[in-house]
């Protein structure tokens, strides 16, 4: 019951029956807890959820677990305030704060354009001599989505002044320059990463070949393209679509069959979305040979699927 009514957002009947438990002595599992402090943080009673942290508490659940599954909740409810007030307590009980409840507290206040705020929590770690990857990359990322990247690359560089940057902050900086056209400097990022040994993944590749098919270097987008096998990197159905999609807005339809192909050797599931794109963009173009080739691709793929699930 109480699991249905903080479904239903009930929260004056999730706290009747919550506090009915606690007077009879019922033990609550943790994942009720957790459930019942959402319910209650996004119906704005604090003190409720507060409440239920305190009495995990006692039953013996670290402090610093408790109060970060209380963060948390109050960060998916928008309750940036009381989450400020809740680190603040925290730092005068001196009690140990895990890195996830920083995260937790600095993805809740940029989805909320409260940056600045933000920033302040940064500092605060800075103040500790703590580096945390994750959060200079949701940093940068809220900057580059407001389009402050002056802050934003200044924010980068003393990222790297620390240590490694992850792959998917490289990545988002990487994207808005190739967006922006500037081409050049999106490239100088991705050859950092090369000369810095990090390990790429099925998102930063492609993010390049992109940029080259937006500069009409096609043979040098397949070509980084391609470089994912080298990595062993298995290039997924997304990545396939993404590339395709850039590839038609230059209008190349020898390229668009050269990735299917290449599609084909790497055996991918769930292709369904990637020909129906080619295909829609060869019938525009009037390519018919080639609309016929994909419809036999087609018809391949899902027959040797069909026999592959027989034989399962």
């Known amino acids: 019951m109480p699991r249905a009514v903080c479904n239903a957002r009930k929260a004056d009947i ?18 009720l807890c957790i459930q019942l402090m959402k319910c209650f943080a996004l119906c704005g009673n604090i003190d409720a959820a507060r409440s239920v942290g305190e009495n ?3 039953s013996e659940i670290p402090e610093s677990q408790v ?20 680190i603040r307590d925290l730092e005068n009980k001196d009690v140990s704060l895990d890195m996830g409840m920083f995260e937790a507290l600095v ?18 770690l800075k103040k500790r001599d703590v580096f945390d990857q994750n959060i200079y990359g ?30 998917s902050t490289y990545t988002n900086l990487m994207q808005h320059f190739f967006w922006k056209g500037e081409f050049h400097k ?48 298995r290039p997924s159905s997304k990545s396939y679509l993404v590339f395709i999609k850039e590839v038609r807005k230059i209008c190349k339809a020898d390229e668009v069959v050269e990735i299917l192909n290449e599609m084909q050797v790497c055996k991918l599931s769930n292709v369904d979305e990637i020909l129906s794109e080619a295909r829609s963009y ?4 009037g390519e018919v040979e080639k609309v016929n080739a994909i419809n036999s691709f087609c018809t391949s793929f899902h027959r040797s699927v069909n026999e592959k699930n027989a034989d399962q």
Do not use: H
């Open 186 to 233: 999106g490239l100088e990022l991705y050859n950092e990463m090369l000369r810095l040994g990090l390990r790429l993944d099925s998102v930063a590749i492609p993010a390049v070949a992109a940029g080259y098919v937006q500069q009409n270097r096609i043979s040098e987008a397949l070509d980084v393209f391609k470089s994912m096998f080298e990595m062993g990197i």
């Open 282 to 285: 060869l019938e525009k173009k």
């Open 14 to 31: 999730a706290l009747e029956f919550y506090e009915d438990m606690v007077r009879n002595e019922v033990k609550l599992d943790v994942d």
């Open 56 to 58: 995990m508490i006692k």
């Open 67 to 86: 109060y970060g599954m209380m963060l948390k909740s109050f960060c998916i409810a928008g309750k940036i305030t009381e989450s400020l007030e809740l």
């Open 107 to 124: 993805k809740g206040l940029c989805c909320r354009d409260r940056i600045e705020d933000a920033m302040e929590i940064l500092e605060i």
């Open 138 to 167: 949701i940093l940068i990322s809220a900057y580059l989505g407001t389009n402050r990247v002056s802050e934003e690359f200044g924010l980068f560089q003393e990222a790297k002044g620390y240590g490694n940057v992850l792959v």
